[in-house]
């Protein structure tokens, strides 16, 4: 679809425009786009984790433990941080994927009151094949922009986020 061509957001904008003339529904418009273009893009990249029986909750945990480096473990504390999720919700998430064989708890070496997660080899295999079909999904999905595109959406995108996580 040309970017110039009419979508529903601009449908909403007009209603909105008839209605109250006196609203700047610039901000409107650009927020709703990517809205949404996250209810367009998330069924699409959870395709890829549904296809090898993940959740996306549970590759992120994958992936978490994957990318920290060698010995792939974390303590769940750490994982639940990144994750920005609650220990609750953790737990659940850890008892799927131990279940499934591709995650194993363990007593802390450290300290015996703490356990750690690690990927078994079953859950580095598939965590590795999974986040490969993921950027490759991730990277069709943006090809309808041009590289130079998809530099600025990601510097803007970059600016707004900062910005609204500084609370402007």
Do not use: C, Y
């Amino acid at each position: 679809m040309a970017a110039s061509k009419k979508d529903p957001v601009d449908l909403i904008a007009a209603q909105w425009q008839r209605e109250r003339p006196d609203l700047d529904l610039a901000a409107m418009a650009i927020l709703g786009r990517l809205g949404r273009l996250m209810t367009v893009a998330m069924p699409r990249i959870e395709a890829v984790f549904t296809a090898h029986g993940l959740q996306r909750g549970e590759f992120d945990v994958l992936a978490a433990l994957r990318r920290s480096g060698a010995p792939f473990e974390l303590n769940p504390s750490v994982i639940a941080d990144t994750l920005m999720l609650s220990r609750a919700g953790m737990t659940g998430r850890l008892d799927r994927l131990e279940s499934a064989g591709l995650v194993r708890r363990t007593a802390d070496t450290a300290d015996r009151r703490a356990i750690r997660v690690a990927l078994t080899e079953q859950g580095r295999d598939v965590i590795d094949k999974v986040v490969t079909e993921h950027t490759e999904n991730e990277t069709r999905l943006l090809a309808v922009l041009s590289e130079q595109d998809r530099a600025e959406l990601d510097r803007i995108a970059r600016v707004l986020l900062a910005g609204l996580e500084a609370g402007a």
